[in-house]
C-alpha cells in the first residue's frame, strides 16, 4: 500500500519537501487487526478518488500554530496517513454490511488503500444514477457540494434579487455557491487569480460579473465598482484583505459568511482587520460555519443537487490528477491557486 504522510508539522505554507510517499504491506496490517480482535469491523477499501481539501493544512500544523482550534484527534501527525473525503471500492470485508465490491465514500487515507476499523465510517454509495464517482470523493455530491448548499441556504439565508460576492469562485465550493445562488435567483459576482479562470466563471458557469483579484490594487472600490448599490451577501472562502474589502461594501443588514480563510492558514502573522464601527452601523452578521454542522439536510441537499446535475442546471468542473505520487503536489497547488474547480486524484480505475 502506497501512501502520502507528512515528514513535519507545516506552519507555513507547504513545500514539496514536507511529503513523503511511504509503502507498507497490508497484509501486515490486518494480521495485526486480527491480533487486536477487531477484524470482525475492519472494512478493507481501495481508494478511487481522493478529495484534496486546502483545510488539510490547518491539521498539519503545530498545536500552537493551529491557535488549538483544531482537534487533537483530527491532527495530522509526521509519518501518518493522511485520511479525507473519498470514494472506494471494498475489497475484503469483515463487517456483515460491506461486501466485496461495494462502493462506498468515507474518511479514506491519501493512499492505495484505507484499513476502515468501524463499518459506520463508510456509506455504501447508491451508483444507479450513473453520475461519475469523482462527484462523491469531496466534489459536488460530497463535502463541497453540502458546504455550498448549507452555507448559503441556511447561513447566508438569502433572499431572491440580493446582491452575492462569492471569493475563490473558481474553487471547488465557489464555483458551486455562484451556481446555487444564480438558481435562486440572485444576482452573483466571483473572484478569482485568473483570467481563464474569470471567463469561466461568466461565459460558461452563469455568473453574472467576476473579476481577477490579482489584477486589482485596491480591493475596496474593486468592489464598489462591481456592487455600486453594494453587497447583501458576502460568501468568504479566503479571508484577510479580500474580507476587510467586503466588509467596507456591505448593504445594511448584509450577511457575511466565513466558509474558509484559505490567505491565512498558511500566513501564521496575517489577520484580516475588520472595521467594526462599521459592523455595528451597518447591523452586519458574520458567521462561520463548518459542514459537519449540516449533516441534518444531507437527503434534501442530495435531492436538490441530484435533480439539478440530472437536469444540467449546474455544471461540474473538475481537476483531477492521477495517482498517488501526484498528492503532495496537487495539495501545493491549491495554495497557488492552480486548480480549476474541485481538485481530486484518481488513485485507480472505478
Ligand atoms: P478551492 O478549490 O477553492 O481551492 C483553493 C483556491 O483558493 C485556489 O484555487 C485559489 O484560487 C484560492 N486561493 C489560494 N490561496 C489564496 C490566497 N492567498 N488568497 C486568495 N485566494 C487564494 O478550495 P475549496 O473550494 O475546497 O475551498 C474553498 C475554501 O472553503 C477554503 O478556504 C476551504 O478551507 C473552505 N472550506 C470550508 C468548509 C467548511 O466546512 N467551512 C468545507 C470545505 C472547504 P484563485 O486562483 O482564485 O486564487
Redesign the pocket.
Known sequence: NKYVTTKNHIDGAPNASDFCICEESLSLNLQTADHEGISNDVVVVQNLYVSI???QINRMKTHSCSHNIVPAASAVLPGQGIGGSGVGRVVDSGNPDFKAGDVVSGNLNWGEYTVVKGGRLLQKLDTSLGFPLSYYAGGVLG??GL?AYAGFFKVCKPKKGEKVFVS?A?????ILVGQYAKLFGCYVVGC???KE?VDLLKNKIGFDDAFNYKEETDLSSTLERYFPTGIDIYFD??G?EMLEAAIQNMNNFGRVTI?????EYTNTQKRAKLDMIRVLYKRIRIKG???PDFMDIYQEFISTTTQYLQTSKIKVIEDISYGVDSIPEAFLH??H?N?IG??VVRIAQD
Request: hydrophobic residues 25%.
Open positions: 481539501d486546502p483545510y463535502t463541497s458546504t475563490a473558481c474553487g471547488s465550493v465557489g478569482a487569480g485568473s479562470k472562502n479566503v484577510g466558509c474558509g480563510q484559505i490567505s460555519f463548518i459542514c491549491l495554495f491557486g486548480n474541485k481538485k
